[in-house]
């Protein structure tokens, strides 16, 4: 699976942008997949994560509320809706797709494939 994860720019605190990640390959249907960030300096840091059939989804305390996940498996991508944003997700935020049988879906070891990464600045 190849990812290519778009969508990043600058905004100011209280705004919104929504993240993509399109998908190649034929099974990207049976992939949960997740969204991390980096900040500067950080550690990448999970976000959020939906299972393979979009039913189930997970998010990090610190985005509850403010972003949504969702995916379309007929377009293979997978969505990222930042609403309410703040300074502190200034972030590159990578979309991954989750490997199978892995026991979370909150470490970056959970995964095997990995975007390119976009960035996202919010200014206060």
């Known amino acids: 699976v190849q990812l290519q994860a778009s969508g990043g720019g600058l905004v100011q605190a209280g705004g919104s942008l929504r993240l993509s990640c399109a998908a190649s390959?034929?099974?990207?249907?049976?992939?949960?997949m997740g969204w991390f960030r980096q900040g500067p300096g950080k550690e990448r840091e999970f976000v959020t994560a939906?299972?393979?059939?979009?039913?189930?989804?997970y998010y990090a305390d610190s985005v509850k509320g403010r972003f949504t996940i969702s995916r379309d498996n007929a377009k293979n991508t997978v969505y990222l809706q930042m609403n309410s944003l703040k300074p502190e997700d200034t972030a590159v935020y990578y979309c991954?797709?989750?490997?199978?049988?892995?026991?979370?879906?909150?470490?970056?070891?959970?995964?095997?494939?990995w975007g390119q990464g976009t960035q996202v600045t919010v200014s206060s």
């Open positions: 991954a797709a989750r490997r199978a049988y892995s026991p979370s879906y909150y470490y970056t070891t959970d995964y095997d494939y």
């Open positions: 390959g034929r099974t990207f249907s049976s992939y949960g």
């Open positions: 939906v299972s393979w059939n979009g039913y189930t989804t």
